[in-house]
């Protein structure tokens, strides 16, 4: 069975240029989460997506940060502009089950390190 | 916001020995888990314990909890190099449904 598969791994881009994140969670998997990981930092949650409903948005900067999740699989998180302070690792990770009820864990993908320069 | 604190922060340890961290929350809970994350890696799902539970075992790993001090610890026992690892400690604060993790402690273990 396929992990969490999240691309660019790796991504450098100047100040001010936008910069997209995709997320492909496990088959099955209705619950994603996107967090944000500073160094030497635990995972900070961004967004909570159960299907394709955001339920929990609330950590989201709304005036540079979207994401979506078109027919409740795949995601994509966005940065427009992005700044200095963006450059972190971000985390993607499903779960089959809401938080909370069975088994709740989750599974993340390897992250994407963004530098900002 | 981070609701949970790991102690120590960092741990350095020789092979064979057992290492133990500890995690403070602030809230009632669901449940606590805790993840593995390897240098530059995701994160990995060591062990989930519920509320009413005390104490689970998996493994070399052995976790207790004790909600009347919000408190949770991770017992490796004879560790090994490969258990080289930040630890981290994630709580399902009950009724918020969404899990929030603490600031992780970093294990070394020497060969």
């Known amino acids: 069975e396929a992990g969490v598969v999240q691309s660019p791994r790796y991504k450098i881009i100047e100040k001010k240029q936008p910069v997209a994140f995709w997320c492909n969670p496990i088959s099955g998997h209705n619950t994603l989460y996107w967090y944000l990981q500073n160094l030497g930092q635990g995972p900070e949650l961004l967004i909570r997506y159960e299907n394709e409903e955001a339920v929990d948005d609330s950590q989201l900067p709304k005036d540079r940060f979207s994401a979506e999740r078109l027919k409740g699989v795949d995601s994509t998180l966005k940065i427009q502009p992005a700044e200095l302070g963006d450059s972190a690792v971000y985390l993607c990770?499903?779960?089959?089950?809401?938080?909370?009820?069975?088994?709740?864990?989750?599974?993340f993908g390897e992250g994407s390190r963004l530098t900002v320069l | 916001s981070q609701q949970g604190e790991e102690d120590p922060q960092a741990l350095s340890i020789q092979e064979g020995e057992n290492a133990t961290m500890n995690c403070s929350y602030k809230?009632?809970?669901?449940?606590l888990q805790w993840y593995r994350q390897n240098s530059g890696r995701g994160l990995v799902h060591l062990i989930l314990i519920r509320s009413n539970e005390r104490e689970k075992h998996s493994g070399r790993l052995r976790v207790t909890l004790d909600t009347s001090k919000k408190s949770s610890s991770l017992l490796i026992t004879a560790s090994r190099a490969a258990d080289t690892a930040s630890y981290f400690c994630a709580t399902d604060a009950s009724g918020t449904y969404k899990y929030i993790f603490g600031t992780g402690t970093r294990l070394k273990v020497l060969a």
């Open positions: 990770a499903s779960s089959l089950d809401r938080v909370g009820a069975n088994t709740g864990e989750l599974f």
């Open positions: 809230t009632s809970i669901n449940n």
